[in-house]
């Protein structure tokens, strides 16, 4: 079975820290993605990575960076988190499309920024 | 631009019913189409996906039928379960790069 870990369930941090949100996948997926979920504006696509340090902004960049250092692991940065990066953070991963293309995801990070 | 539309009113429904959940979409020609599942506070799960050139796809109690001219997708889970309450999503891609644009989801209760 695929599986997607991210390193938090629950995070709370104050306006303009650092955030780190990682994730680790352990199916050697060459694509992996981060997406934040809001009320009514579903799952929006931050940034997503096709192979190592390799990435592409999504719908929603701005705020956001990454970093793939390693082909199992994806991190996304809120440079200076502000309140309204306070979302529910989903990573997922994929297999090329000649071999699926099911995304697997993670269980989420709730993150609140106060 | 790219919309893709779903019901945002929950559906409510009674046991053993047939829950029909509907995806709608603009602006797009998408190579495929996928349906998750996605219980509360957990990431979504796949469930099925189907391709442009396929009318229906069927997995046990799950039927998806995708209609290019319509721009639409129906979603159908026979003889439903209160198991089965939680939101689906519908998500689309091009192909090529395995990227996918979501909808926001319709939740679906099964009452006893």
């Known amino acids: 079975d695929v599986k997607v870990t991210q390193s938090s369930r629950y995070l709370v941090k104050r306006t303009g820290e650092k955030v780190f949100l990682e994730c680790v996948q352990d199916?050697?997926?060459?694509?992996m993605f981060w997406y934040r979920q809001d009320p009514g504006l579903g799952l929006r696509l931050i940034y997503f990575s096709y192979d190592v340090k390799m990435k592409e902004k999504g719908d929603i960049p701005e705020g956001y960076s990454v970093s793939r250092e390693k082909k199992e692991r994806f991190s996304l940065i809120l440079e200076s988190a502000s309140t309204n990066q306070t979302s529910m953070y989903l990573c997922?991963?994929?297999?090329?499309?000649?071999?699926?293309?099911?995304?697997?995801f993670g269980p989420g990070t709730r993150l609140t920024v106060l | 631009s790219q919309k893709i539309e779903q019901n945002s009113e929950a559906l409510n429904i009674q046991e053993g019913k047939t829950a029909t959940l509907t995806c709608n979409y603009t602006?797009?020609?998408?190579?495929?189409l996928q349906w998750y599942r996605q219980d509360p506070g957990r990431g979504p799960v796949f469930l099925l996906l189907i391709r442009e050139n396929e009318k229906e796809k069927r997995k046990e109690r799950l039927k998806v039928t995708f209609d290019t001219t319509l721009k639409q997708s129906l979603f159908h889970i026979t003889a439903s379960q209160p198991a089965d309450s939680a939101t689906y999503l519908c998500a689309l891609g091009a192909g090529g790069g395995n990227k996918l644009t979501f909808g926001t989801g319709t939740q679906l209760k099964v009452e006893l």
């Open positions: 602006n797009y020609s998408p190579a495929y």
């Open positions: 199916m050697d997926h060459e694509n």
């Open positions: 997922a991963s994929s297999a090329p499309p000649e071999l699926t293309d099911t995304q697997y």
